[in-house]
Structures are given as structure tokens and as C-alpha cells.
């Protein structure tokens, strides 16, 4: 079992999984969102999950909860929500949810975990926000060693998406065996991977019948395997992974989340048309490029705020949306990672989740230099 860490806001576990990919084990998820913690705990069955509000959640109750005694937890990770800075918002600087940022170095404070790391859109850094970054990172500034933010695109890290996403890391002094400066985490020999390669395998055809769950249920092609493929298949952590899902890949190479969306005839022809690359000047949905990467894909909104599907890219080879597999797999999720049973709720996870391969590269570097 490695180091411990918790995740905070974790969403489906996006930074989860990259934490246990990286060599950690996760002990316990906080999640406020009932829906995407029963999805959580599908996916991680044995760490602990609290369906909690984070600022009314203090240190203490988050070790006693997870099981951790002081000093035991080796880091706090976790994606406090950005729709109050990003740029696809209104991006007002009195939104209630930019305050839960302040309370993630609150925890960390509280807790005090080896390492922390949070991540966010690269509208934080925005002058606006200022001050509201200086005063969660006080909290933390007397114990910590903080790096300036690192800008991450996550094609640069080996995924077939250009999804940008800023992350603030720091880490106890002594606590590691060297410094570690933001130049540690540049991945710059990794060879790009684009979408036709990232849906290899995946059905081309999807018909706009299947609507319900077991009619995404659907059987992988033959195809060539890279590693950025073997690993959609395969790289499962102990005592991670939902036991039907990998079965059903494992044993009869079937996945999940195959689900059609329904296109009027007229829709399914400018589609058709639709170049890679290219928006469809109605819908506004862009195209894949086979030879390219996706562009970052985004969670729609919840019912508090509309209940707003956001736009999905089309395939490229076929005149249609894209299905919530194809999204996970564009995402960096593996085949044997399982997601609610509907398209609205599979693509907000997804959506609203940190690419597991940006976090687990970001926090092998970590797992490296931890005493």
C-alpha cells in the first residue's frame, strides 16, 4: 500500500485514479454531489467517501473519517470547482463557489499533509483574483514550500486532448528528499497522441436507439495496441476498478457508455458535411480531426444552474456527437472505469474531471520525491 492521500471536491476521481495509477492509495473521497460519489465509490469500493460539504469539513474530522492519524496522510489533492473563474462563466469575483478554493489550503493547514495539489481553469490567475489566491495560499505559507502555478496542457503530458488546467502545488519543508522545482514536472519526451488513435478500437457505428444502459454495452474492434491503447485496457491498482465493468472487458472485451444520441435527418446532414476541424455554424459542435487533438470537453451544467448540456464534439468519421466512452477514453479514463448509466450525467463526470494521466504523471514526480 502507498503513501496515503485524500481527495477533496473529487468529482468521479479523475485526480483519484492518477493518484493510484502514480503509486498512492487513496483513503478517503469527499464529494458533495450524491451522484458523482455513488459513481466514485463504484470505481474506488475501497476507500472511504464522504458526501460532505468541504467548508464546514474541518482537518481533524476529515483524518478521523478517513482513518488517518496525524502525520499519516502523505497528500491532499483535489479540484476545487471553477465555474467561478472560468472564462465560459460570468466570472463574478463574489461568486459563492470561488470561496471553496480558500478552503481547500484551509484543510491543508488543518491537516497538514506532506503535499497538497489542487487544480483549477487558468481563469484564477486572472488580476481580478489576486487577492483571493493571496489569501488562500497565506494559510498555508508559514509550513509550506508553494511553486509558482504550473500551466498544464494536458497534450503535452500524453493525452489526446489540449484541456489547460492550472495546478498550485506545495509541499512541508523536509518532507521530501529534494527541493522540487516547477521544471521537475515538464514532460517533454512524450510523443503526441491524437484522436484516431485514442478512439481506436472503440465501434464507429452507434446507433441512435441506444439509449439505455445495456444498450451502450458494446464489443471492441480489433485493433493495433500502443501503450497509450494497452493502457486503456489494462494498468488497474489494487483495490481500484468496479469488478462488473472490468469483468465484462477483461473476459469478453465489451465496454461501456456505447449510448447514441438521437439527430434530426437535417442535423445528420450538415454533419456530414462538416470537415475535420470544422464548427457547424448552427449547432456550433466541432468536428474532430483524426490527425489532431480534442478540445477540452465540458460538463454542461447542473440544475441549480439551468440543467445545460454542453456542446460535444462530432466524430470524425461519422455524423454524430461523440458517445461518453469515446469522451473517457479522449479524457484519458480506461475502458474498465465506470460512469453513470445516462449520456447527461456521463459527460458532466467526465466533463468536470481532471485527466487521470495529467494527474498521475504530475504526482509520480511527487511519489519520487517523498521521503
Same mark, same amino acid.
Given at each position: 500500500m502507498g +503513501?496515503?492521500?485524500?481527495d477533496l471536491y473529487a468529482g468521479v476521481g479523475g485526480i483519484s485514479l492518477g493518484a493510484c495509477r502514480a503509486g498512492f492509495h487513496l483513503s478517503a473521497a469527499v464529494e458533495w454531489d450524491e451522484i458523482a460519489l455513488s459513481t466514485h465509490a463504484n470505481n474506488f469500493p475501497k476507500s472511504k467517501h464522504l458526501q460532505a460539504d468541504v467548508s464546514k469539513l474541518t482537518g481533524r474530522e476529515l483524518l478521523r473519517q478517513a482513518g488517518l !492519524?496525524?502525520? %499519516?496522510l502523505a497528500g491532499l489533492v483535489g479540484g476545487p470547482p471553477c465555474q467561478g473563474f472560468s472564462v465560459m462563466g460570468k466570472r463574478r469575483i463574489d461568486? %459563492? @463557489? /470561488?470561496d471553496l478554493f480558500a478552503d481547500f489550503f484551509r484543510l491543508v493547514s488543518e491537516a497538514r499533509p506532506k503535499f497538497f495539489l489542487a487544480e483549477n481553469v487558468p481563469g484564477i490567475l486572472d488580476s481580478r483574483y489576486d487577492r483571493m489566491r493571496a489569501i488562500a495560499l497565506r494559510q498555508v505559507a508559514k509550513e =509550506?514550500? &508553494?511553486? #509558482? +502555478?504550473?500551466?498544464?496542457?494536458? !497534450? $503535452?503530458?500524453?493525452? +489526446? &486532448?489540449? @484541456? &489547460?488546467r492550472v495546478f498550485f502545488f506545495g509541499y512541508l519543508k523536509n518532507a521530501f528528499k529534494k527541493d522540487l522545482v516547477e521544471g521537475d514536472f515538464v514532460h517533454s519526451q512524450i510523443? +503526441?497522441?491524437?484522436?484516431r488513435e485514442a478512439l481506436r478500437g472503440l465501434p464507429a457505428f452507434i446507433s441512435p436507439a441506444w439509449q439505455e444502459e445495456e444498450d451502450g454495452y458494446r464489443?471492441? @474492434? /480489433? =485493433? $493495433? %495496441? &500502443? $501503450?497509450?491503447?494497452h493502457r486503456a485496457a489494462n494498468v488497474i491498482p489494487c483495490n481500484v476498478g468496479h469488478s462488473n465493468t472490468i469483468d465484462m472487458l477483461l473476459s469478453k472485451d465489451i465496454v461501456t457508455g456505447c449510448l447514441g444520441t438521437i439527430h434530426r435527418p437535417d442535423v445528420i446532414r450538415r454533419f456530414d458535411r462538416l470537415k475535420a476541424g470544422q464548427q457547424d455554424k448552427i449547432g456550433k459542435m466541432i468536428r474532430l480531426n483524426p490527425n489532431g487533438f480534442c478540445p477540452t470537453i465540458r460538463a454542461g451544467t447542473t440544475k441549480e444552474h439551468g440543467h445545460f448540456q454542453s456542446l460535444r464534439p462530432v466524430h470524425y468519421s461519422q455524423p454524430r456527437v461523440i458517445t461518453p466512452r469515446e469522451a473517457a477514453r479522449l479524457q484519458t479514463f480506461p475502458d474498465w472505469f465506470s460512469f453513470h448509466g445516462t449520456r447527461y450525467h456521463s459527460f458532466r463526470q467526465i466533463? /468536470? #474531471?481532471v485527466p487521470p494521466l495529467v494527474a498521475e504523471k504530475l504526482l509520480a514526480t511527487v511519489l519520487k520525491a517523498l521521503r
Open positions: +503513501p496515503k492521500v485524500c !492519524s496525524r502525520g %499519516e461568486d %459563492e @463557489r /470561488n =509550506y514550500v &508553494t511553486l #509558482s +502555478p504550473m500551466v498544464v496542457k494536458a !497534450s $503535452e503530458f500524453g493525452a +489526446p &486532448t489540449t @484541456r &489547460t510523443s +503526441p497522441v491524437f484522436v464489443k471492441l @474492434r /480489433n =485493433y $493495433e %495496441e &500502443t $501503450e497509450f491503447l466533463g /468536470n #474531471s
